[in-house]
């Protein structure tokens, strides 16, 4: 069945869009990869999800712009529209994402050190106190637990003495 030509140039100005949009969705990738390192397990896991994401928006493309017909120039498109966003704003993209994501985990480090500051401040002057008092107290319960251990000694060697008495009788 015959395709209208203004039908074409849509799919044709879809499948360059759809190109753009799976070199942003890779880019998406590549910012991740700058800003988290990974194992080389996750990041295979990463490509495949990546692979999954990019076939299922090409297929989307081609079943509702061209009734699932596939034609040529739409690959020619989404090549195209993927070397278009790789060349104009790929390098740009990954970089200012890079820069405004770094700008972001230092200010919340510097958040997170104005609210925990004064915390770690408050237990060093708590813990001082429980200190000085926890260290006599270790002592004595050391004192009191070899004090106990002698007394067991003896209580278990009275009663073995006791039961050996017994046994005689």
Known sequence: MPIEISVQAYTFLYSVLCGMLIGFIYDLLRIKRKTIKTGALFINVEDLAYWIIAATIVFALIFYSNSGEIRGYIFIGIVIGDILYTLLLSNLIVKLSVKILDLLGRIIKFVLFVILYPVKIIIKI???PVKLISR????LLKSIKAR???KLIKISLLKKTIR???KKI
Do not use: H
């Not at 006599?136 to 002592?139: E, N």
């Open 126 to 128: 708590i813990s001082y």
């Open 136 to 139: 006599p107290v270790k002592k």
């Open 148 to 150: 106990s251990r002698i």
């Open 164 to 166: 050996n008495m017994f």
